[in-house]
């Protein structure tokens, strides 16, 4: 066996590295000293993740590499933003081709332990975030991008961290008032109208075209023709994610609640089980990966329904409105700062969601252990 | 002479489908008495499932009569008259084993103290003590079908009806429930109507085998055939036994032919 072991991304990040070397320095601030350094760093990182060495040793080399090199490339940009060269993104490709090294070993071959394997899961996505932020500010930054057209996750991690009590204040009249509300009450009165339709089917019979014409309607119409009747407040955008999140509800349910097998609802009528004791204890159960499908999509749907609906009259807080205020005064990155607060809110309250989904419908198949 | 149990009197069911009726029994005439182990076998389709259900009440005869200890079906179904085994263990996957022992006893509204010592000694029976926390889905096939028949079991019925409940497994487990089966019905005395489509497996648990044939579904003949309560596998290899389902295997022939 010999000691080498070519990997591609390491042989790429190799002949990227070298390639940069002749357009050195890489920007206007950058000596070519320091430039000779990141590319020896690199060089480094990419010829000893082809030694075969331990993974783990092989994984510490290259998180040194990449994100040392990185680090470098992003000080290089002070006061130098648009004067990046071939050269620079050439090194900056090297690095992240390292990164993306990095995460396949650390994925391994999944021989792993239970315990690693956890710490895997939750790294590998973060390693993926931070090299997106990497790339979006060194291209934004070294090929100096407008402002206005994107500003570098540095410029919105600032603005962020100077605006907290504006973005607070968003959340809670977005967030804790109407999407919350209007995600509570939509969801819960699906589920609730669905037992209903279940038990009489007549009402299904007339409810769900009703429910596919609603759905149909573009909420770009509904929204401010609640604000006409609900006011301007949160309540009238509670009344959009309402009226969003009441018929996926309402279908999952139903559809959840049919899906029984023929042999589950003999059984419980051998028992002489009245219709809510198969309801409780057979066909409710049955349909807990339909209604959590149901909270999942509502989760999504309900955020944008509250952010859209504020662009139509509000009083003068709340995500939504910010954003369509910041716009027209190009404060682009107030823009992209409420953008971050959205997707942080939704991916938590989707993560929420979906972790208990695993504990209640733990007996799925998909979730077997 | 034990008392009839079940009586079905020129019993008819006719299924209205798309591609017109099919007639599933005609002219079903059968006693069975307290304590009477009955096999129901015969050919596919020829109403073997429908016959069980017409008695458990999940389907209604189109003619004739069927009484249960002199009730109508559907009153013996509310009174729990019988415990049901389907061919599937149909085990509700989120519920531990215990957990479905314990459904139909939440149903009736039996008390946590009876539940706990139902489900404890009717697992015994089946010999799955020690399984009462895990999952239907981490169990064998005969183990999840052992667990299904505890369930059927801890209501304590009259009656018990079974659909080919030893069908999807191997010979071997097959053997080996048989035997419990007989163990159990020589110890409870229960009135037992079972669905087959092996002759041994009629020959060895049952007092009466009821030989059906098709289309449209009815008795063709009805064999006694009582070998008495305590059977060792190996009677499977004497003449009387032999005898016997050479005679089932006979009739299956006859009402099959009228067929061609
Ligand atoms: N719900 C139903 N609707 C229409 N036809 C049915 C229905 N149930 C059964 N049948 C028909 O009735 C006949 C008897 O069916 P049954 O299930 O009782 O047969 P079986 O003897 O149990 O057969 P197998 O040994 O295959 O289980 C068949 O022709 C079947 O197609
Ligand atoms: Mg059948």
């Avoid at chain 1, 092989?58 to 470098?72: N, T």
């Avoid at chain 1, 060269?85 to 995460?103: D, E, H, K, P, Q």
């Avoid at chain 2, 129901?40 to 209604?60: F, H, N, Q, Y």
Wanted: aromatic share 8%; hydrophobic share 50%; net charge neutral.
């Amino acid at each position: 066996m010999s000691a080498i072991r070519i990997n591609w991304q390491a042989l790429l990040a190799l002949i990227a590295t070298l390639a940069s070397l002749t357009a050195l320095p890489y920007t206007a601030s950058m000596s070519a000293g320091f430039s000779l350094a990141v590319a020896a760093l690199l060089l480094a990182g990419a010829v000893l993740s082809m030694l075969r060495l331990a993974s783990a040793l092989e994984a510490l080399v290259l998180l040194i590499a990449s994100f040392g090199a990185a680090g470098m490339l992003i000080t290089g940009l002070e006061s130098a933003t648009g004067t990046a060269t071939a050269g620079y993104f050439a090194s900056l490709a090297a690095a992240w081709l390292l990164g993306w090294r990095l995460v396949t070993v650390m994925s391994g071959d999944g021989s792993r332990s239970d315990r690693t394997a956890g710490i895997v899961a939750i790294t590998v996505p973060a390693l993926f975030g931070i090299w997106v932020l990497i790339l979006w500010e060194c291209i934004v930054r070294g090929a100096g991008v407008p402002f206005v057209l994107l500003p570098p996750p540095s410029a919105i991690g600032i603005r962020i961290s100077e605006s907290l009590p504006i973005l607070a204040a968003d959340f809670r009249q977005t967030v804790l008032k109407a999407v919350l509300f209007g995600y509570v009450v939509g969801c819960l009165a699906g589920f609730l109208v669905a037992i209903l339709a279940d038990r009489f089917r007549f009402f299904a019979n007339g409810l769900l075209p009703v429910g596919n014409m609603v759905s149909a309607l573009p909420m770009i119409g509904i929204a401010p023709v609640m604000v006409i009747w609900f006011g301007f407040d949160w309540q009238s955008k509670a009344a959009v994610v309402i009226v969003m999140t009441f018929f996926p509800m309402l279908v999952n349910t139903l559809a959840g609640l049919a899906a029984t097998s023929e042999m589950e609802r003999d059984l419980m009528r051998t028992y002489g089980a009245t219709h809510w004791q198969v309801l409780l204890k057979l066909r409710m159960q049955a349909a807990m990966p339909f209604i959590f499908n149901a909270l999942k999509i509502n989760s999504t749907l309900a955020l944008i329904g509250a952010i859209v609906a504020e662009f139509f009259g509000t009083p003068i807080v709340g995500m939504g409105f910010r954003i369509s205020t910041e716009v027209g005064r190009m404060n682009l990155d107030m823009v992209w700062a409420e953008i971050a607060l959205a997707a942080i809110v939704g991916s938590l309250f989707y993560g929420a969601l979906a972790l208990l989904e695993r504990t209640v419908t733990f007996w799925h198949p998909s979730y077997r252990r | 002479m034990p008392e009839t149990v079940i009586s079905a009197q020129n019993l008819d069911l006719t299924f209205e489908t798309n591609d017109g009726p099919v007639h599933a029994l005609k002219n079903i005439d059968l006693d069975i008495r307290e304590g009477e182990f009955v096999s129901l076998i015969g050919p596919s389709g020829c109403g073997k499932t429908t016959l069980l259900r017409v008695i458990a009440d999940l389907e209604k005869p189109t003619g004739g009569r069927m009484t249960i200890n002199g009730m109508t079906p559907e009153q013996a179904r509310l009174a729990r008259a019988y415990g049901y085994v389907f061919q599937q263990a149909a085990l509700l996957p989120w519920r531990t084993i215990e957990d479905n022992v314990a459904l139909p006893l939440e149903v009736m509204g039996v008390d946590k103290a009876t539940r706990t010592q139902r489900i404890r000694s009717n697992l015994d029976l089946v010999n799955l003590s020690g399984f009462e926390k895990k999952f239907p889905w981490q169990l064998s096939g005969g183990m999840q079908q052992r667990a299904s028949i505890a369930r059927a079991l801890a209501v304590e019925p009259q009656m018990l009806l079974m659909d080919e409940p030893f069908g999807a497994l191997d010979e071997i487990v097959r053997d080996h429930l048989n035997e419990q089966l007989l163990k159990l019905w020589a110890k409870t005395k229960k009135t037992v109507v079972f669905v087959t489509h092996s002759i041994p497996e009629a020959v060895f648990l049952s007092t009466r085998i009821v030989v059906m044939s098709p289309r449209p579904g009815r008795i063709h003949e009805i064999i006694d055939c009582d070998l008495g309560y305590d059977r060792p596998l190996d009677i499977r290899e004497t003449p009387e036994f032999l005898k016997i389902a050479h005679q089932v295997r006979e009739g299956l022939k006859a009402g099959h032919s009228y067929d061609e």
